[in-house]
């Protein structure tokens, strides 16, 4: 199974940016799909963004445009570029990694964005 291990998270003031690192155990090219997840305090986990094994991106409405997913499979990592965040971006950010059958989680980094 694939370890997956977050970075990149901390604190940062309104219309600032951040960029999110998910170092995968192993080959990320045999994952269909990676994605990053995020959960607010009081409420549920929701969708960010996520790319393909094709590169095929998705993004939720609400950081379309201001945030970007990508990957590098030589590094066998997933990035989440973040810019102008705002305070309700604020959340622990997951990362997750998707085969077929089996999906993986890594344990999440906090992102808080002040006003």
């Known amino acids: 199974q694939v370890q997956l291990v977050e970075s990149g998270g901390g604190l940062v003031q309104a219309g600032g940016s951040l960029r999110l690192s998910c170092a995968a155990s192993?080959?990320?090219?045999?994952?269909?799909?990676m994605g990053w997840y995020r959960q607010a305090p009081g409420k549920q986990r929701e969708l960010v963004a996520t790319?393909?094994?094709?590169?095929?991106?998705n993004y939720a409405d609400s950081v379309k445009g201001r945030f970007t997913i990508s990957r590098d499979g030589a590094k066998n990592t997933v990035y989440l570029q973040m810019n102008s965040l705002k305070p309700e971006d604020t959340a622990v950010y997951y990362c997750?990694?998707?085969?077929?059958?089996?999906?993986?989680w890594g344990q999440g980094i906090q992102v808080t964005v002040s006003s």
């Open positions: 997750k990694g998707s085969y077929v059958f089996s999906s993986y």
């Open positions: 192993q080959s990320i090219s045999s994952l269909n799909v």
């Open positions: 790319i393909t094994s094709g590169g095929s991106r």
